[in-house]
């Protein structure tokens, strides 16, 4: 067996960050943005528990848990913090 103590990859007001292997695992407080960005990677995200505001490009709309989010690269994206909420990133994976 072995057993090791998950590495922190970034903590600060609006939560925290894990580094999770091939994964990132992400908690975020009430009312915090998680992404309002573009990069050139596409993006998986698995909104695991409670409700955010989603932005893709010019469209906008609010999730509930559990959901698989999708997001092409090279195209702006914001996520809003309804709730409380716990997500899992993807690596991401360059084109």
């Not at 975020?28 to 596409?42: G, L, M, P, Q």
């Not at 409670?50 to 698989?68: C, D, R, S, Y």
């Not at 195209?75 to 993807?90: F, G, P, S, V």
């Amino acid at each position: 067996m072995k057993i090791e103590t998950i590495k922190v990859i970034k903590s600060d007001e609006r939560g925290i960050i894990y580094d999770c292997d091939t994964m990132n695992y992400i908690v975020r407080k009430k009312w915090t943005i998680s992404a309002d960005h573009i990069h050139s990677e596409c993006e998986t995200d698995y909104l695991i528990a409670w409700e955010i505001e989603l932005t893709v490009g010019n469209k906008t709309q609010v999730l509930q848990a559990p959901q698989k989010i999708e997001i092409e690269w090279n195209i702006y994206h914001k996520l809003y913090a309804l709730t409380d909420i716990e997500l899992l990133e993807r690596k991401k994976i360059k084109i």
